[in-house]
């Protein structure tokens, strides 16, 4: 089996290149030694036929996301043909976007149009203690592999969970490109204009509007908590600072390093539009949730 192939025509597959297992139990009855050997037989002729279904395309790799015979490797061997299997079924549809190739359910469905050949290098290689197979130098491929290393399995993980955070947030930003100040800035921009609601609104309905102003206070004081800041202060400076000027002064937050107020667009500190509405919804759809239990409320 080749390691390092330049320019491969590949062929993807979803089915296996073995002989088939009869789902239920049966049974074969045998009247001489010549019946046994031709069933052995025709399992092999059954195998060859799909080989030489594949091999007359001239492949120089081939992918099955089921199992693959010793036969059938012995056959694509001798062709000089690198053959692997059991592929999950995500992974074959991102080779067949990379390579240009079509994933094909029955080898005698082949046809020229289904063998892929935008890759520019296959190898396999070994990373660690295991081996990787790396299809590179792909034309204008549809999909990617990002491989992470890591000391340790926690290590690993915990950078896996890392990436998929930046990439939502990209894929957010490419859905909706509206961002908003980071550093508490926008909670507290919020409750402000609650407050300034709640005081045009007579008698107990305006409590609401008063309890959700303080309850976005939560991250600025926790911004100010968590970096050793006087929290009262900050809050109050920082309440200040949005009721003096809502307009000009609704991008200024805290600072997580310093504890110190500063203009988010100086610090380039932003969030995405999407995330936050999302977040707030949630937020107040799980509070009114909570007290429907045992109908404390009803209505909401």
Known sequence: MRRRIENPRIV?????????????QASMEFSN????????QIEEEYIKQMCDDILKFKPDLVITEKGLSDLAQHYF??????ALRRLRKTDNNR?????G????????????ENVGTKCGLFEIRKVGDEYFSFIEECENPGACTILLRGATKDVLKEVERNLQDAMHVARNILLDNRLLPGGGATEMSVSHALIEK???IEGVEQWPYHSLALAFEV?????????????????TELRAKHASDPLANCRWGVNGETGELVDMQELNVWE??????????SAIENACMLMRVDEVLSGL
């Open 77 to 82: 061997v001798r062709a000089g043909v690198t």
């Open 101 to 112: 190739a079509v994933i094909v359910h029955r080898p005698d469905e082949l046809t020229e």
């Open 33 to 40: 030694e010549d019946d046994f050997k031709r069933a052995l």
């Open 198 to 200: 709640s005081k045009s």
């Open 219 to 235: 991250i600025p004081r926790t911004l100010a908590q968590n970096c050793g800041a006087k929290v009262v202060r900050v809050l």
């Open 272 to 281: 995405p539009y999407a995330v936050k509405a999302q977040v707030i919804k």
């Open 12 to 24: 993807l597959l979803d089915c296996p290149l073995e002989y088939k297992k009869l789902e239920n």
């Open 95 to 99: 080779i067949a976007r990379a390579t």
